[in-house]
């Protein structure tokens, strides 16, 4: 695929990683430790290893903390002072943040689903290069993240996205335009929500 401006695709990483963490007595995610490393490390680094380019990550709980404690050398970092308002308002500000001509395309991923890898994120960019606009990973034909969305969607799912549901909305009205990437067989679209959850820290693989 070819972009009107002549240029081949290219696709920006997206973390949303502004949560508090409240179901996990005000933990915030992104701090939550993975082999020893802030959590949101893995999932900038796995966006990098992806295909993607450049890294943006939205910080909101504890941002100073998280700023001084990973290791996100590289990455674009974007402050959401509404955070506490759902993770709409950090997809607002990570889409505002992709300057004109940064990408063809955005890829928004969770902070707090560690078993997604590079192999997952490989294949969303691999969509949007064979002329998806709208894609989301897949697993036994369900939807799930990470979702890749093209630039001339990001103004209306700007302004769609309200509270905790992202761009859902937006992707359901425009399901007839979405391309499903199967990841099943390399990822699992477990996300971390309760201690329970906290069992998804140990081993993992891409």
Known sequence: MISSTGTPPSVA????????????????????????????????QVLGAGGCAPVHVVLGAAEAEVRKRADLAGCELVSNPDWATGMASSLRAGLASLSPG???AAL????????????????????????AALAAAAYGGERGNPV???RHHWAAVRETATGDR????????????LTLVECGDVAAPDDIDTEADLRLLGPYGD
């Open 13 to 44: 990483g997206l973390v949303l990683a502004a949560g508090a963490g409240r179901r996990l007595g005000g933990r915030p995610k992104a701090l939550l430790d993975l082999a020893g490393r802030p959590l949101v490390e893995r999932a900038a």
């Open 102 to 104: 940064t990408a063809t």
């Open 108 to 131: 928004i991923m969770l902070v707090d689903q560690p078993r997604i890898g590079a192999e997952a994120v490989a294949r969303l960019v691999r969509a949007h290069g064979d002329g």
């Open 148 to 150: 890749l969305i093209a």
């Open 166 to 177: 992202g761009a859902r909305d937006f992707l359901r009205d425009h399901r007839a335009e």
